[in-house]
């Protein structure tokens, strides 16, 4: 049986997805869709045209979002990555990608899609909380990548400091794909020694991690203020999802999923661990945070919930789940 990945929107990032996919293997088919059908079919025939030096044939094509109805995973990349040209807020998408989703959620649910479904478009944790009321499928089968790309330069920038590779230690970025995301220092290992246990006169290990953690908060926005996009991180990202979705991983990575009384939050998508597999983000890890860092957490929640808000006025109709 093959595995069927369709992605919808095919800009930087979505262009990327596609790649990632091809190259790592992940899916034996890729079908694409964009409201610009000229681009989509050029993306299509540039991976048709890579596939001969790829380990794996992947077979490609564009379609409908109906085409889309079979697919296993769908990776959302729908965006307007121009609205943010001069900010370093994310959630100036919000108007553009709310009504973005609109105008294919109900089409794929009627279809009858029953896959999983990966969001990436901004604000990561709103969208992915719109899609999912409109799909109507079980907890856990609709995620966002939330603070998983976070978390994944919040290793980078541990990495360089500490001259250790990424795989030798544990951190994550929780909270909203934005600026009020934070790093839980209780929760990071190193060595297999708790950050705060660490011999500081270590080097390597004498650093500010309020320094180290604003770094992996500004990450994106270094990379987007040169080339206006970013595009192979979150590619990948989103390629390693899908890749333990399909191998039933149970991979733990921070992942935009709702919160069901799990870090005394309810009925807010926000990026916390979670295990992935067949089911999508199947399980929430709780880690044990220290009151200051429930505070800022908290915080972030507060912040998810003002581009909620701001969803529901555009489409106060949609918030009930047709499921």
């Not at 079919?41 to 596939?51: G, L, R, W, Y």
């Not at 990349?77 to 108007?95: F, P």
């Amino acid at each position: 049986m093959g595995r069927k990945v369709g992605v919808i929107g095919t800009g930087h990032v979505g262009a990327h997805v596609m790649f990632a996919m091809a190259a790592y293997g992940v899916c034996d088919e890729l079908v694409v869709t964009d409201i610009n059908e000229t681009k989509a079919k050029s993306e299509c025939q540039d991976i048709f045209d890579t596939v001969s030096m790829l380990p794996k044939r992947v077979r490609v094509s564009t379609g409908t979002y109906e085409d889309l109805a079979d697919c296993d995973v769908i990776v959302n990349a729908a965006g307007k990555i121009e609205l943010l040209l001069g900010s370093i807020d994310r959630s100036r998408e919000v108007d553009f990608t709310i009504n973005a989703v609109h105008t294919w959620v109900d089409r794929l649910r009627e279809a009858g899609f029953k896959g999983r479904l990966i969001n990436i478009s901004n604000p990561c944790d709103v969208v992915t909380r719109e899609i999912a009321l409109g799909l109507g499928l079980p907890d856990g089968h609709v995620f966002g990548t939330g603070t998983g790309l976070d978390t994944a330069r919040l290793k980078s920038q541990i990495a360089e400091q500490t001259g250790l590779d990424h795989n030798s230690f544990v951190a994550y970025m929780l909270g909203e794909h934005g600026n009020s995301m934070f790093c839980p220092w209780s929760s990071v290992n190193i060595n297999g020694k708790r950050y705060y246990d660490l011999d500081k006169t270590d080097p390597r290990f004498n650093f500010d991690p309020e320094e180290i953690e604003e770094r992996a908060k500004m990450g994106g926005w270094v990379t987007f203020s040169g080339k206006h996009c970013t595009e192979y991180a979150i590619g990948t990202t989103a390629a390693r999802m899908a890749a333990a979705v399909f191998n039933d991983s149970k991979l733990i990575m921070p992942a935009s999923r709702n919160l069901c009384g799990a870090y005394g939050q309810d009925d807010i998508f926000v990026g916390v661990p979670c295990v992935i597999g067949k089911d999508g983000a199947e399980e929430i890890v709780e880690l044990p945070l220290t009151d200051e860092e429930k505070v800022k957490f908290q915080a972030s929640c507060d912040a998810i919930r003002k581009n909620m808000a701001r969803a529901d006025e555009l489409f106060p109709e949609k918030q009930n789940s047709p499921a």
